[in-house]
């Protein structure tokens, strides 16, 4: 018995080594799997003070590495055609929600089953729900991305911005406001290529040019054609003729800074294809100095020459004549002008001496005018107020003495006279669209020898020029002249003038002009007196710069209440005119 009851022991302790084997293989197989061999640490309980800490760690860090690496995500791909981001847990066994989770699979997905020995798989045991502080954590994390992300897109649109303005093919569209910079900005303004640049416009493309001599520019004009008159030389018992015209014009002027030069000169010579018997020649010179000098002060001096023939409607007629006898004057002044505030003070001195010609016969011989030679003196004063820049109105004072040659006429008349005249007016300013004076006055001018009465009479003069529109071109000039004569008992006569002339630039090549004169002699000592018409009109065509066609008509009648000084003229002309 003894040695049976071992072998039972023996066996007893058999079956419970194996019923041992096979609880630990039974609770073997049931304990879980872990879904991924490489997650080697242990998975335990965690606080939630732990998690806090270690997600606001990671959001700083995030935070940091987004500022660091804008730069390099700038130059990735655009976020279209970039890949989805892949989610990152903050601790072992955290999940996505749902709602968020990316569209394509990630390493938290339960494996697909391929084969039917995987089908049984048991899937991961889902970790418990965050807790209020891990929520906020993940919610402080999400804020950060979200942060980051938007300094990126910025960065990414800056440089995709400047990439498109370099491309022009996939270059934005400016808006207005950037336009606008530019037109400000002179330096954004492109540079023109050199072919298409804009020529810059003329004012007068057909103007001359000019010769450059010394400090000078010469622009002189050459004028050749033919004149067909009723009356050749404009007397009462004119003939019809067919005559050369030739006319010479120039102007000079210096291009100097401050003070300036100007000389102006014309010449004109006619001569008989058929017809009466007509040989004339006339021409004057003017020149003009102007200097700037201190204290305000500014001085103009001028000197002119003229030589011509009397005219037709002079008041002396000398019967029995071939042709009209020559008249040369010579003329200069001197000018000082000084502004005091609004004061404008002018005083002139000027010289005038007049020589007459002898006149040649019909019957031969010739006829002495020398005593018909005289000179003028004349000092004015001239006292201003600017009202405006435009207006300044003035008054002066005139004294003149006439001197004659010969101090007793062939008549026994001593002809030398004092003259005094008193006149207001106004200066105007306007620039180019009116410019000039006026004035009206009295004078008076008595003669040395009793027997002759003084001539005295109201005076009108005016100079201005009118521009009503660009290319038009008005003056008015107006003059008041007192005339002298050599007849016995007679003093002589005031004449008043004035010429209405008006220019046109139709086109930039063709001009036209218009001119209308009217005169008014009235005699002293008598009740005679003369009234002077004339009308002129003419066109310039200009073929090129250098060279046009010009032609005009005129025409001029006297009518007087004195035997034989009426006589009418009509006379057209067509001719070339050069210039340089």
Sequence with gaps: MSGAQPEKKRGRNGKTVCALLLATSVFALLRP????????????????????????????????????????????????????????????????????APATGSIFDPPEATDDAFADTPAPIPSRRPSSVTQRAADQEEAAETQAAAATAATTDDEDTAETDQDPINSRAVTIDSTDRQQLDPGAERA????????????DPFAATGIKLGSFVIRPTLEQGLTASSNADSSTEGKPALLSETALRFNAITDWRENSAVIDGY????KTISGD??????????????VDLDNDLRAIASLGYEAAPETASSPVVIEGTVEQPVRQSINGSLAVEKDTGK???????????????????STGGTLSQKDR???????????????????????????????????????????????????????????????GEFSAGWLREAFDDDRLPAISGATVNADLRWSPERGTT???????????????????????????????????NLIGNAALGVGWRDYVGSDGHDLILSAEAGLTWWLNRYAGLTTRARTEKQTSNLEGRDYAAHSIFVGVTLQP
């Design 267 to 270: 010449g004109i010579f006619l």
């Design 192 to 203: 023109e290529a050199i072919e298409g640049q804009d020529r810059r416009t003329e004012d």
């Design 277 to 290: 018997e007509v040989e004339e020649a006339r021409g004057r010179v003017d020149g003009t100095l102007d």
């Design 474 to 508: 008005i003056g008015l000039i107006g003059q008041t002249t007192v005339e002298g004569t050599t007849t016995p008992d007679e003093s002589g006569d005031i004449l008043y003038s004035g010429l209405l002339t008006g220019e046109r630039e139709i086109r930039a």
């Design 343 to 361: 004061m404008r003070f002018a005083l002139t001195g000027a010289v005038e001496h007049d020589i007459y010609g002898d006149a040649k016969l």
């Design 33 to 100: 799997a872990q879904p991924y061999a490489q997650v080697t640490e242990l998975r335990g309980e965690v606080s939630e003070s732990a998690i806090l800490d270690d997600q606001q760690s990671k959001t700083r860090q995030l935070s940091l590495a987004s500022a660091q690496d804008q730069t390099a995500q700038a130059g990735a791909a655009t976020q279209s055609n970039a890949p989805a981001p892949i989610y990152q847990p903050a601790s072992p066994g955290a999940v996505q929600d749902d709602d968020t």
């Design 373 to 435: 030679d005289s000179t003028l003196y004349t000092a004015t004063l001239r006292t201003g107020y600017e009202i405006s820049p435009a207006i300044t109105p003035f008054t002066e004072i005139e004294i003149g003495r006439r001197i004659y040659d010969l101090r007793v006429d062939s008549n026994g008349f001593e002809r030398s006279s004092t003259g005094l005249g008193v006149r207001a007016g106004a200066d105007l300013d306007l620039g180019e669209k009116l410019a």
